[in-house]
């Protein structure tokens, strides 16, 4: 072969290398990049005077007088808005019976639209259900709102090789020749000034309850939840690990029996994550029946054999990074074997060991498949640390799953869930970042 | 003598030990490592527990349903009265969603191992590590999350010219590599030993030519396709590849490393360029090494969750035709995540019985693969370490 072509192709090597490895790091901004931005745009937004009154209400949060002044501010601006709506009502009566019919079901939408923006219709029956008492509380929800009350959207589907088109006729064309074709100009014109949208930085969102199944409100009860599934599994997983590693790093003997049980670690490892849920339900509550159904107790036990191996094999890889120096010195100093362990090599080994410990906890956290069966619930308020052995939990990992996947109003609640997932991936990740920053401490410390 | 000892016993015993100490130390010591080793040993009963109370729920189903059914029909509606358990759409629905990330995964892993432990330099290799760690700890709800919510209407409403700019940037720079070599190879075959620099020329230009059309006119047929839905096996296919890849890298990577430096040294001495020295030396040396971390890597796609339940479809049906990564699938974890909800309630019938037999299917799966890539890592090592 040319040696040119030998060159070329030795660079192109390495340039699949480099590509491949750059392809990773883009994969993970691809991923990362857009989550955190949906995140951040649960807690930081632009939030209307709804928003507002919510927090007021129903959480206490928030300045009374600020508010009864922006909300007198704001009503002349709805009261006429509800006043052409109720002008019309009057004009449909002296319409014709088939006239009338069509145009009552198209003033029934403007309502719906107009009650979704604005809170409830004066003079309706106060609604049951609390995502109907407020309007819209974001200002890019109440946005879209307002493109839907403009615009109808209709499907041109006279093509049948390709798929329907979308497009969209302006709503007012509906009305022309009414009294509500002047409600359209005029609610465009004037919805800041109903709504009054402000910047918001909504803490709340980590720290509050949720309401009417996360239409409003924040997450603590998954984030609480998370929280407990994770320590709790670390409780009985840590200890043990380490044990189990001090056990196959200083006492082990190289026969059949060690090795089968180095398999059994490995296989367990191996073990995709929902036959641990199948396990936990088999097991943990069908059969010892720790719990008469889900609950906390149930899901950390699931969770603590899934992250076992993990805490087994980082325990045993820091117990073997310790200098063989430190046990002879020990020894020969004349204390005993468990004595030289405990007082010297657990401590000089305690930074990698807590290493891979940060490490399972960000993955016990980030488990969803084993607590399905085991411990979550989708709608669930928070528990008390009391309750951990008997109550299910709602949890970060489940409950975006379920928000995003079979929530009635799943495309309505993207911000919550954005900020559901960037709360998890936050919680994972710094574990993670520490973890990392931990061990590069620790290497630069065997260095000298 | 310890009698004496014990004889002479009104003095200080610090120094003297007596055979009741030395029992109570011996039966510390032997409780002390017994108890470590019962900690130890708990792993290898956890998973014999597992095996044994998934294989039980499991058994129930065979013995009411037999295997023909769940191995050979496609149709699965668990919850009709009689139900159909037909489950072979399912397992190839498993089956297509792993070996298509598998299929991007593994040259992809590969390759980063190979710049990872062989072309990039130590300091720029420890930020690369982080990287991939990264990849590996965000969690699989999350990437599901990613997939349904932000890939899926992606790929549905521009899913056309989506695969074309993938085909050109990815098939583009291997075709024209390729042209070049084939060039090369071509002119030496003709002009034999008098190799000359115009007649590679012209055999480069030639096949440039036609594979610059065959980009194009595959680049064009892609770009006419239209996805009916994002949430399809070549979306998952995607998201599984990214979580199996940490995994390769890493494995492999280790098998690379151990080859050592004389076979390295030994073949740049020869004359071998980088390229060369490792698709010829170092990738032999550490194939046994590199297999396990492709099965690691497949298993851990096998048995994710989270993300085939959210983005496949989940719709129990072969696809049309059968390697049509454009179309919904469902998987075996999609099924048991999925179906448990419900069939909770029946604890006892077949509908709750054949979810842990997919369970057992899962488990068999793993731990075969576990085993292989063990014995072959475990026979690896023996070689190196016997060279």
Known sequence: ?????????????????????????????????????????????????EHRKLQLREFDNGNREVLDRQIAESEPYRQEVFRMLDAFAAELETFEPTRKREYSSKVSSVKDIVSHLLGPVPGEPEPILLRFQYGTTRWEKAEESLHDLMFVTKWDTSNPEEMGKQYFVPRVDEFAGTSLAALFPYIEENLEKMLLPEQTFYWGFLTERSLDAHIFGGVWAEIQGTLFLAIGAMLFAFPMGVIAAIYFTEYARENVFTSILRSANSTLAGVPSIVFGLFGLAFFINTIKVSDSKSVLAGSLTLAIMILPTIIRAAEEAILSVPKTYKEASIGLGSTKWRTIVTVILPAALPGIITGGIISLGRAAGETAPIIFTAAVSVGATIGLGDVLTSPTPALSWNIYNLASEHEAANEIRHVQYGMVLALISIVLLLNLSAILLRARISKKLKG | MADAALDGGKKSDAFVISRAKLRRQRIAKFLGEGFLLAIASFVAIIVLFIFYFVAVDAIPFFQQRGFAEFFTSTSWYPADEPGEFGALAIIFGSAMVTIGSALIAVPLGISAAI???????????????????????????????????????????????????????????????????????????????????????????????????????????????????????????LILSFMALPTIVSVSEDSLQAVGRELREGSYA???????????????????????????????????????????????????????????????????????????????????????????????????????SERIVVRQRKILAGE
């Open chain 2, 115 to 237: 710049c990872l432990s062989d072309v990039l330099p130590f300091s720029v290799r420890q930020y690369a590590k982080p990287v991939i760690e990264m990849l590996a700890a965000i969690p699989s709800v999350a990437y599901g999350f990613f997939a349904l919510v932000i890939l899926a209407p992606l790929l549905q409403n521009h899913g056309g010219p989506i695969l074309m700019w993938a085909w050109w940037l990815i098939a583009g720079p291997f075709v024209l590599l390729l042209v070049v070599v084939a060039g090369d190879l071509l002119a030496s075959a003709v002009g034999g030993e008098s190799e000359s620099d115009v007649l590679r020329n012209v055999f480069t230009a030639v096949l440039g030519v036609v594979a610059v059309l065959f980009l194009y006119w595959v680049g064009k047929t892609l770009f006419a396709i239209q996805i009916l839905t994002g949430t399809n096996a070549l979306n998952v296919s």
């Open chain 2, 270 to 372: 020869l004359g071998a360029t980088r390229a060369e020295t490792i698709v010829k030396t170092v990738l032999p040396a550490a194939s046994s090494g590199i297999i396990a971390a492709v099965i690691l890597g497949i298993m851990r796609a096998l048995g994710e969750t989270m993300v085939v339940w959210m983005a496949s479809g989940n719709s129990s049906h072969i696809p049309d035709p059968w390697f049509n990564y454009l179309d919904s699938i469902r998987t075996l974890t999609a099924t048991i995540a999925g179906d448990m909800g419900e069939a909770d309630q029946v604890t006892g019938s077949a509908r709750y019985h054949v979810l842990f037999a997919m369970g057992l299917l899962l488990l068999c799966f793993s731990f075969v693969g576990n085993f292989i």
């Open chain 1, 1 to 49: 072969m040319n040696i040119g072509t030998r060159k070329i192709l030795d660079r192109s090597f390495t340039a699949v290398g480099l590509t491949s490895i750059l392809l990773m790091a883009l994969a993970l901004l691809v991923v990362v990049v857009p989550i955190v931005s949906g995140g951040i745009g649960a807690i930081f937004f632009k939030g209307t005077i």
